[in-house]
């Protein structure tokens, strides 16, 4: 295993990470902007009105996303057991 496989590796652990997180990431920043705008909009300042939507968001949305992650995570793990593979 030479530097360039070391850096194709690290690189594609990278891409799988954003692509496994990205979606709950995104969904979680759309919700909280959301709702920093509807308590500047109102003057409420309720700490339980940020966390609770962004619970039940990222909860919803990880229900959503988990088949895609699960594809994404297999398909990195199915080329790293063939780089294995390669190098022996």
Same mark, same amino acid.
């Given at each position: ?10 690189? $594609?652990?990278?891409?799988?990470? *954003? ?13 909280? $902007? ?45 080329? *790293? ?8």
């Amino acid at each position: 295993m030479n530097q360039a496989d070391v850096l194709e590796i690290s690189r $594609l652990t990278f891409f799988v990470i *954003l692509k496994a997180g990205g979606p709950i990431m995104a969904a979680g920043l759309a919700i909280g $902007l959301l709702i920093a705008i509807f308590q500047t909009l109102t003057s409420i300042q309720e700490m339980t009105l940020t966390f609770v939507p962004k619970i039940i968001i990222i909860f919803g949305s990880v229900i959503v996303f988990m088949p895609f992650m699960i594809t994404t995570v297999l398909e990195f793990t199915n080329v *790293l057991y063939d780089k294995i593979i390669g190098l022996g």
